[in-house]
């Protein structure tokens, strides 16, 4: 397996599949854009499916497909099927803003796609189009209806929490999941390259729960999966849960499980981390499976104890969310 020096196994692979999307969130994307890699720089379907088998022989067991916008790359569910019939892979999930899963959906679940988190921070169609620079709130909706109806259960909705921002609608994600089988996730605001982080636009975990321990005074902590990123809760009698991804206020370095490979085919070990190892420029250079794993394991053999403190981050230099992937 791929374990680390501190006995982290890492079974968790993020691939970004493009760095191209069709909305412009504001906490994921500078206001000026970004540079997008020429398309021959990203991995090829191959290529991702080569890497990808690399990974699953060394203890992955779950792969998050993400961008960008993954459903943006012609195609995608060619990749899914492949991917999908990967031995030893137990999961293969995807990260969409939604915008275009309701036409994708059907041929993205015969094809093998076992699980969906949809990005949603907002329930107000104006504050909807402030967040992410564009329209299509009730797409989002309707994907989100969709997914349900094809059995995803639960629908995981991920919400990026942002003070004077949506702060004010974290009630009614909640209430949300009294009659609706979904699984909000509020993420705290956390800073990359470009994306306005501020202290003062910072809601924690803890102010959250305050706030909605006001109102559902009786709410119930779930027990977690060991290498979980969120913490769940319940209200007592809702169909759906909340939890809370606080990866700046109580960080979860310790049992973390994940690694990431860029679009253009560069391995991160972790989110916030600078340093890269180019698997692209090693499989077109001609590497074996046996260097590209060694490879692999010598980058996680590297990896930090933890990450550096949000105000430390805000100085660091990094990717662009958006071109990290979710």
């Not at 790359?73 to 492949?82: A, G, P, T």
């Amino acid at each position: 397996m791929f374990v680390d020096r501190f006995g982290r196994k890492h079974t968790a692979l993020r691939i970004s599949i493009t760095e191209r999307c069709n909305l412009r969130c504001r906490y994921c994307m500078p206001e000026e854009g970004v540079d997008l890699s020429p398309r021959s720089d990203l991995l090829t379907f191959e290529e991702i499916e080569r890497l990808a088998r690399l990974f699953v022989c060394g203890g992955v067991d779950k792969i998050r497909l993400t961008g960008g916008e993954p459903l943006v790359r012609k195609h995608v569910e060619d990749l899914v099927e492949m991917l999908g019939r990967l031995p030893g892979l137990d999961t293969l999930a995807l990260t969409t803003n939604g915008m275009l899963l309701p036409r994708k959906l059907p041929r993205l679940r015969a094809a093998g796609l076992d699980a969906i988190n949809i990005s949603l921070d907002t329930l107000v169609p104006e504050k909807f189009e402030t967040i992410t620079r564009r329209g299509g709130l009730e797409n989002v909706l309707q994907a989100i209806e969709m997914a349900m109806a094809y059995g995803y259960d639960p629908v995981k909705v991920n919400c990026v929490v942002m003070r004077g921002v949506n702060d004010d609608e974290l009630l009614d994600f909640v209430e949300w999941t009294r009659h609706v089988p979904i699984a909000v996730r509020f993420i705290e605001y956390m800073p990359f390259q470009g994306n306005g982080w501020s202290e003062t636009g910072f809601f924690s975990y803890a102010d959250m729960l305050e706030r909605m321990g006001l109102f559902y005074p009786d709410l119930q902590r779930l027990e977690d999966d060991p290498n979980a990123t969120a913490r769940t809760w319940r209200v007592p009698g809702h169909r759906g849960t909340i939890g809370f991804i606080a990866s700046m206020s109580e960080k979860f370095c310790g049992s973390c499980n994940r690694l990431r490979l860029t679009a253009d085919g560069s391995l991160k070990v972790c989110l916030f981390g600078q340093a890269e190892v180019s698997l692209r420029d090693m499989l077109r250079g001609g590497a074996s499976d046996r260097e590209l794993d060694e490879a692999i394991r010598n980058a996680v053999l590297r990896k930090q104890a933890a990450h550096a403190g949000m105000l430390q981050l805000v100085d660091q230099e990094n990717r662009p969310m958006i071109l990290i992937g979710g």
